[in-house]
C-alpha cells in the first residue's frame, strides 16, 4: 500500500499555511481542513496530488487570511508572527531560512492576501505560474504581473544582507549576555545606530505599543530589564531557521526574541511576548519545501 500523499506532504502544506498565515496555530487549522476536503476527493480524478493539495491548502489560507485582516486590526499594539522552534538544519537552505524567518514574516505581512499566496508559492516554493493561477484562481497572466509587484514589494523591505549563521549567532549571544548582565556598553557596541525594537503583547502582557527606534532609546528600555526581571533566564534557542535568545521567568518561557544582523550589529530586535503566541515553543516543528 502507498503512503497517502496528504501524508506524505503534510510538512510541505503546513509550510505554505505557515508562510501565508504567520500563525503556526492558525496553519494547522487550515492543514486538518484540507485533509477533510483531501478525504472527499476520488483519487482517480487526481494526476499530481502535491499540486492538488497545495492549491486546497492555498484556497484555505487565503479564507483565512481574509478572517485575520479584520482580527489584526482590532490587535492590541504591534502585531508579531508566531515563532516556531526549529533545528539547525533549517539554516542549511538559506534561502528557505530567510522565508520563513520573523523578519520575512513580517515583510509578507504588508501584502494583500493574493500577492502574499502568489509571491509564498513562486518564490520560496518555486510553482509554476499555471499550477499558481489554479490556485489563486486567477489567469497566469495575472499571476505573473501580481508576482512581479509583490517581488517589488518585498526586495525594498526585506533586510538585503545575507548574514553567516556562525556569526549572527555570535552576535545574539553577546547581545543576551549584555543584556542579562545590565551591561550598557555592551549593548551600545551590538546594537546599530538606528536600530528598532518591536514587541507583540497582544494585550495580555507589558509590551510597548509602538516600535521604539534609535540605538539610545532602546538601551534606555532595555537598561531596565535587569531591574525588572532580576531572576531571569537567558539563554539561545533556534527561531524560524536562525539563532534567537529566549527569556525565562520562574521557570516559563516569557519572551522569545528573534533579531536581524547586519555588518556585525542588530539592526531589528523583534520581542514576542504575547502567551498564545509562546505555546508551541516546547516542540520542534518540521519545516520543508
Known sequence: MTDDPFVTHRSLLFTVAYEMLGSAADAEDVVQETWLRWAGVDRAEVREPRAYLVRIVTRQALNRLRTLARRREDYVGEWLPEPLLTSPDVAEDVEFAESVSIAMLTVLETL??????????????????????????????????IAHRARDHVAARRPRIPVDR????????????ALQTGDLQGLLDVLAPDVALIADGG??????????????????????????????????????GAPAGRIDLAGALDTAVSVVVADGRITRIYAIRNPHKLARLDEEATLSR
Open 112 to 145: 494583500a492576501p493574493a500577492e502574499r499566496a502568489v509571491f509564498v508559492l513562486r518564490e520560496v516554493f518555486d510553482m509554476p505560474y499555471a499550477d499558481i493561477a489554479a490556485a489563486v484562481d486567477k489567469s497566469e497572466a495575472a499571476v505573473r504581473q
Open 166 to 177: 556562525a556569526e549572527q549567532q555570535h552576535v545574539v549571544e553577546r547581545f543576551l549576555t
Open 203 to 240: 494585550g495580555e502582557v507589558a509590551a510597548v505599543r509602538r516600535p521604539v527606534v534609535g540605538r539610545d532609546r532602546v538601551v534606555t528600555l532595555l537598561s531596565r530589564f535587569r531591574s525588572i526581571a532580576p531572576d531571569a533566564v537567558v539563554a539561545t534557542m533556534w527561531l524560524n
